[in-house]
C-alpha cells in the first residue's frame, strides 16, 4: 500500500470519525428537551448495560476476523466468517439464559423493565454482525465503504430516535427503539452484504472456532476494562 493510499485513508477515516462524533451534539439538546431526568437516566442505563454484554455477545471474536483474513484464502476466510457468526448464536443463547436466571435481581435493582434487558442482548448480538462486516472492509482497506456504512447507521439511529421522541412522542422508549431499529436495519443489510460478496460459507470447522473463541475470549476483560474505567 503507498504511502498517498494510506495518507487517503487515514483521511476518510477521521472525517467519518468526526461526523459520528458530531451527530450526538445535535441529539444531546434535543433529548434533554423532550426527556426528563428520568428518562435520561434509563437511557443512560441502556448505554450502559448494552456496552457491558455486548463483550459476551460474540465474546469480542469479530476481531479474530482481521487477523484471519491476512492468514487464510478467500475461501477459507468465508468458511472462517460463517463459523465465528455460529459462536455469536451460541453466545447470544448463553447470554439470554443468563440474563433469565438474573431477571429477580435486577429487577429488585435496576429501573428499566425487564423485556428491555432482553433487547439489549438481541441488540448487541445484532451490531456484532456489522461488525464482523465492517472488520473486513477495514481489513480490505475500503474506508471509504467502512466510513459510509458506518455513519449512516449513525444517521437513523438518530434520526429515527428524533423522529419516535419528537413527533411519536415516545419519551425515551422512543431513544432506545431508534437506536435497535437502526442496529437490526443494518445488521440484515450486513448479512446480505456479507453473502453476496461470498463471505459466508456454511462450514462448521473446529479448527475455526478455536482460534476465533483463543482471540476473543482474552479480550473480555480488556473489554470490560474500558467500562469499569
Known amino acids: 500500500m503507498s504511502a498517498?493510499?494510506?495518507?487517503?485513508?487515514?483521511?476518510?477515516?477521521?472525517?467519518?470519525e468526526a461526523l459520528n462524533k458530531s451527530l450526538p451534539f445535535i441529539l444531546v439538546p434535543i433529548l434533554t428537551h423532550y426527556l426528563s431526568t428520568a428518562d435520561l437516566g434509563l437511557v443512560a442505563e441502556f448505554t450502559a448495560i448494552l456496552g457491558v454484554l455486548s463483550v459476551?455477545?460474540?465474546?469480542?471474536?469479530?476481531?479474530?476476523?482481521?487477523?484471519?483474513?491476512?492468514?487464510?484464502?478467500?475461501?477459507?476466510?468465508?468458511?472462517y466468517v460463517f463459523n465465528v457468526l455460529l459462536i455469536l448464536i451460541v453466545?447470544?443463547?448463553l447470554v439470554l439464559l443468563l440474563?433469565?436466571?438474573f431477571s429477580r435481581f435486577y429487577i429488585s435493582n435496576g429501573n428499566l423493565p425487564i423485556h428491555w434487558i432482553y433487547i439489549v442482548v438481541l441488540a448487541s448480538s445484532l451490531q456484532f454482525v456489522t461488525n464482523i462486516n465492517l472488520v473486513l472492509w477495514q481489513a480490505e482497506r475500503r474506508a471509504l465503504a467502512y466510513g459510509t456504512?458506518?455513519?449512516?447507521?449513525?444517521?437513523?439511529?438518530?434520526?429515527?430516535s428524533i423522529f419516535l421522541v419528537v413527533v411519536v412522542l415516545m419519551n425515551w422508549?422512543?431513544?432506545?427503539?431508534?437506536?435497535?431499529?437502526?442496529?437490526?436495519?443494518?445488521?440484515?443489510?450486513?448479512?446480505?452484504?456479507l453473502y453476496k460478496r461470498g463471505y459466508l460459507k456454511i462450514t462448521l470447522n473446529t479448527v475455526y472456532l478455536k482460534d476465533a473463541l483463543k482471540f476473543g475470549i482474552t479480550l473480555i476483560p480488556h473489554g470490560w476494562s474500558s467500562w469499569v474505567f
Open 4 to 16: 498517498r493510499e494510506i495518507s487517503v485513508n487515514a483521511i476518510v477515516y477521521t472525517g467519518f
Open 56 to 79: 459476551l455477545t460474540g465474546l469480542s471474536v469479530h476481531g479474530a476476523v482481521s487477523v484471519a483474513f491476512f492468514k487464510l484464502d478467500e475461501r477459507e476466510i468465508s468458511g
Open 91 to 93: 453466545s447470544t443463547v
Open 99 to 101: 440474563a433469565a436466571l
Open 149 to 160: 456504512y458506518q455513519f449512516l447507521q449513525t444517521l437513523l439511529n438518530f434520526s429515527l
Open 173 to 193: 422508549e422512543g431513544r432506545l427503539w431508534g437506536q435497535v431499529s437502526a442496529v437490526f436495519i443494518f445488521a440484515l443489510l450486513s448479512l446480505i452484504v
